[in-house]
């Protein structure tokens, strides 16, 4: 058996598709194996085409399998059905509570008014910071 006959039997029973692995096979250099695919290519024994890198041959004939398709129904992972809605709403309350603190600290005409706003900001924080972790707490899959 020639090193044709071989290339083609790699090719086509075996489904070797790596030009290293040919080379190995066959005992020859790449620029050989490459020469063997074109000739091969072009006398209609293989049918492909060379990857760019003409690393790999790939096969023009792709083969079915006999098995029915079965339909199915494409259903979401449950942790996507997460309803992050309760957190953002938390977080958007704890946004307007820090910019309400900011306005009253702003406008504020004594230490006690000051003190007040620096409450509410650091109220408006916490309650950003709990929304985060509310929406931050979708599950993840194993």
């Not at 990857?51 to 004939?61: M, P």
């Amino acid at each position: 058996m020639d090193n044709m006959e071989k290339l083609i039997k790699l090719i086509v029973e075996e489904n070797v598709s790596a030009l290293q692995l040919m080379e190995d096979e066959l005992g020859l250099f790449h620029d050989e194996v490459l020469d063997l695919i074109r000739r091969a290519v072009a006398e209609g024994k293989v049918r492909g085409m060379l990857s760019e890198d003409e690393r790999r041959f790939w096969k023009a004939e792709v083969k079915l399998s006999d098995a029915p398709v079965i339909p199915r129904e494409e259903k979401e992972p449950d942790f996507l059905n997460y309803d992050a809605r309760p957190g953002k709403i938390i977080a958007v309350m704890g946004l307007l509570i820090l910019i309400a603190g900011g306005l009253i600290l702003n406008f504020a005409a004594d230490t006690t008014e000051q003190d007040f706003g620096t409450v509410i900001i650091f109220l408006g924080v916490t309650v950003l910071l709990i929304g985060s972790y509310v929406v931050s707490r979708r599950d993840t899959p194993d």
